[in-house]
C-alpha cells in the first residue's frame, strides 16, 4: 500500500477566496441568507483545504476568460530593409543632381540606417 498523504491545512486566503465566491452568487441570487450565512461560518471554520470545495460545489464557476492569440510583429527582413534604404539613398542623390538641392533626406536615411544598427549591435 501507498504512503497516505496528510491533509493540507487552508490558510486565510483560501478561506477568503470561498467567502468572496460566495458573496458574489449571494448578490447574485443563488443562495438565500441562511443558506450563505451557514457556508460562510462554515468556510471561516474549515481547518483543511478540502473542505473548502463542498461548499461551493452547486454553484457555477465562473467562465475562463478566453486568452487571444498572440500575434509577432510584423517585421520587414534586414535584406528588404537594405534594399529600401539603398533605393531611397539612390532616388535621393538623383533628385539633389537634377535638381541641384543639397540630398538633406539621404542624408538623414544614413543617420537613421547608422543609428539603427548602433542599436542592435548592442543587444
Same mark, same amino acid.
Given at each position: 500500500m501507498g504512503e497516505l498523504q496528510p491533509r493540507m491545512r487552508a490558510g486565510d486566503?483560501?478561506?477568503?477566496? +470561498? +467567502?468572496?465566491?460566495?458573496?458574489?452568487h449571494f448578490g447574485e441570487g443563488r443562495?438565500?441568507?441562511?443558506? $450563505?450565512?451557514?457556508r460562510v461560518v462554515r468556510a471561516h471554520? /474549515?481547518? @483543511?483545504l478540502d473542505e473548502?470545495?463542498?461548499?461551493?460545489a452547486d454553484l457555477p464557476?465562473?467562465?475562463e476568460p478566453q486568452r487571444r492569440p498572440t500575434r509577432s510583429p510584423?517585421?520587414?527582413? /534586414?535584406?528588404?530593409?537594405?534594399?529600401?534604404?539603398?533605393m531611397l539613398l539612390a532616388w535621393s542623390l538623383v533628385a539633389? +543632381?537634377? @535638381?541641384?538641392?543639397?540630398?538633406?533626406?539621404?542624408?538623414?536615411?544614413? $543617420?537613421?540606417f547608422l543609428r539603427h544598427?548602433?542599436? /542592435?549591435?548592442r543587444w
Open positions: 486566503k483560501d478561506r477568503q477566496r +470561498v +467567502v468572496e465566491q460566495l458573496g458574489k443562495l438565500t441568507v441562511e443558506e $450563505f450565512d451557514e471554520a /474549515s481547518v @483543511y473548502l470545495p463542498a461548499l461551493t464557476r465562473d467562465p510584423m517585421r520587414l527582413p /534586414s535584406a528588404v530593409f537594405l534594399l529600401l534604404i539603398a539633389a +543632381v537634377v @535638381y541641384g538641392a543639397p540630398p538633406l533626406f539621404a542624408l538623414f536615411l544614413l $543617420f537613421l544598427r548602433r542599436w /542592435s549591435r
